[in-house]
C-alpha cells in the first residue's frame, strides 16, 4: 500500500489494517483489510467518503475503485 502513497491509520473495528488514500484529490478512501480465519476468507473492504457523490456520480466512483483494486492486484502480484 506504501507504493501507491496510502498512509497507514489505526485499525478501525475488526479491521486487521487499516490505510488512508485519495484516490484524486477531493475523493478520500478508506482501505480495511481482514485477514482470513478458519470460517471466513480474507476481505478487503473500500469506504469512501459520506460526500463522495458530490464529486463523483456512482457509475463513475466504481470505475474509479475497480481501477484502485486492478493497480493493487498488479503491485502484489509484481512483488
Known sequence: MAVLGAVET???????ASFSYHLLPKLPVQIDYYTADDEFPCEV?????????DFLPFETLAVAGSCLVGEI??????L
Open 73 to 78: 492486484a498488479h503491485i502484489a502480484h509484481s
Open 45 to 53: 473492504k473500500f469506504l469512501y467518503d459520506r460526500r463522495a457523490l
Open 10 to 16: 489505526a485499525a478501525k473495528a475488526s479491521a486487521d
